[in-house]
């Protein structure tokens, strides 16, 4: 009788939450934001918050996972272990479930951030209860049907199609350039496919070369005016380098769509983890075989370790560091936390998770509002604008040729390096989407250990400490 009550009233408050949640997507589609609008609201908030008092970041929540001893204790220990891992980011996680699961071997991951999950790391806010991003939004997204199921094992999903809109003078406009952005900047009334496909046509430039930088690379997809609104200011904020210092492939990477489509990405499959990132992690390194340490610098600890084989996945120019060679450039971001306290439950700051400011008078990239990713309830809301950065936390490694020729002579060096193996997006001087680094991870795994790829169902062996 009882169960019967509770279910009923399951059943009322699941229909209520959908009600609600309904009304809450509905409640700010982007053709609410009319021209009138978008300026107001657009310009005015963005400046009011930017004003509002600082408010300084909270240090993220420990994780504890395995044996944490004194460090100074580790240190002057010989350990041995068949595989040593530096870095408990996605490549280090999934190499070390891979090896514990499928070899039973004896794994450690060596991290030196007093967490575990890289630049995946999500934690919940504790003044607003709304979970975020500690290094910036991350969207899962990926064409790779082996990615999609191997990371269905260690999490449930919840579908998820990320739409960003940038505010263009003035004006909320879908980011990528869509048929909608070009008739919101430009007064035109495309409706068709091949009505966008001419105008830009004739819009981009023609070269008898293939784009050899990245202002060439945007001017031949989107032509001047584009590229002057929203291109070239967003290139500069990013990188604090004009597009033609840049190789083509960071303004290649920005799609260019010819249709309606506002979504961000347009791969198949598109999802958040429905507990967050953080929770993957306990669960891909949550292994009786597994021994992480936190707050760990490899470098600090590598004598002592006798390892039957190495995979590195910090940055390759640390790693060879008495080399005396150049170090590898790289842009960093500042991100500055801001709470606009009682919103309300159904209110948001903008309209969407990610607002993109590609002009040159705001001074921040974007600004993320993590209360929009899957429809977080809290009476208040959490957002961080983002700065592009010189030193820093390494994030985008800087694409020029110089960098380009440095990192062939680290990967010189890396080859010679007997029994240890360079992974990850640092240690290749590359950037990585998340998918990319978890199929280099298992295939790195599969030609390394001869194993085929089909022969495991292995789900995490513990409770995450994040839902304890
Ligand atoms: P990662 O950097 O995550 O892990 C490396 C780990 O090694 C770190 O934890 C580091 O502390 C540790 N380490 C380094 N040196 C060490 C040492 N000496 N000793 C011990 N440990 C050491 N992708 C995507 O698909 N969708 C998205 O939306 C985003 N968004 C996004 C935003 C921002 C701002 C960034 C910078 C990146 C993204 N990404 C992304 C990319 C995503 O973060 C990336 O694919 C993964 O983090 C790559 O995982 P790795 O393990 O290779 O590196």
């Given at each position: 009788m009882i169960g019967g009550n509770n279910s009923n009233n399951v059943v009322t408050s699941l229909i209520l939450l959908s009600i609600c949640s309904i009304i809450f997507v509905l409640r700010t589609p982007l053709s609410d934001f009319t021209v009138e609008k978008q300026r107001t609201y657009a310009v005015h908030r963005v400046i009011t918050l930017i004003e509002e008092r600082e408010i300084q970041p909270k240090e993220s929540p420990e994780i504890q996972l395995g044996n944490q001893d004194n460090l100074e204790d580790y240190i002057n220990e010989v350990k041995e272990y068949d595989v040593c891992i530096a870095g408990a980011g996605l490549s280090g996680a999934v190499i070390a479930e891979r090896y514990a699961s499928q070899l039973d071997q004896k794994v450690v991951v060596i991290e030196k951030?007093?967490?575990?999950?890289?630049?995946?790391y999500d934690y919940t806010d504790d003044e607003t209860g709304i979970r975020v991003s500690q290094y910036g939004a991350h969207l899962f997204h990926t064409v790779n049907k082996r990615v999609w199921e191997y990371v269905h094992r260690f999490s449930d999903w919840t579908k998820y199609e990320h739409e960003v809109v940038g505010i263009v003078e003035g004006k909320h406009v879908p980011i990528p350039v869509n048929i909608e952005t070009v008739n919101t900047l430009f007064g035109l009334n495309i409706t068709s496919v091949e009505e966008m496909d001419d105008w830009l046509s004739r819009e981009q430039v023609k070269y008898?070369?293939?784009?050899?930088n990245s202002e060439e690379m945007a001017l031949s997809r989107v032509g001047e005016r584009l590229y002057e609104l929203i291109f070239r200011p967003y290139t500069i904020k990013q990188w604090n380098k004009e597009p033609k210092e840049l190789g083509p492939e960071v303004t290649a990477r920005i799609p260019v769509r010819?249709?309606?489509?506002?979504?961000y990405f347009g791969d198949p499959y598109q999802a958040l983890p429905s507990n967050g990132y953080t929770a993957i992690f306990e669960n891909l390194l949550c292994h009786p075989k597994i021994e992480v340490r936190l707050n760990t610098d490899y470098f600090k600890v590598r004598d002592n370790l006798r390892c039957g084989h190495t995979y590195f996945t910090g940055p390759i120019d640390a790693y060879f560091s008495h080399t005396g060679y150049k170090k590898l450039e790289y842009r960093s971001i500042d991100f500055e936390r801001k709470v606009v306290k009682d919103i309300g439950d159904d209110n948001t700051f903008q309209p969407k998770f990610v607002v993109n400011?590609?002009?040159?008078?705001?001074?921040?990239?974007r600004i993320v509002e993590y209360k929009h990713m899957l429809n977080q309830t809290s009476k208040h809301t959490v957002m961080f604008i983002e700065r592009s950065k010189d030193?820093?936390?390494?994030?985008?490694?800087?694409?020029n040729d110089e960098n380009k020729a440095l990192y062939r002579r680290y990967q010189e060096l890396a080859a010679k390096e007997s029994n240890v193996t360079f992974v990850g997006r640092l240690a290749n001087y590359k950037y990585f989407n998340m998918d990319q680094a978890i199929i280099n991870a298992l295939e790195l795994f599969d030609k390394d250990s001869?194993?085929?790829?089909?022969?495991d169902d292995h789900v995490a062996f513990c409770v995450p400490t994040s839902q304890k």
């Open positions: 951030r007093n967490h575990i999950g890289g630049n995946c008898d070369h293939t784009p050899r010819n249709n309606h489509d506002n979504r400011h590609p002009s040159a008078d705001a001074n921040f990239t030193g820093g936390e390494p994030y985008y490694p800087v694409p001869g194993l085929k790829e089909e022969n």
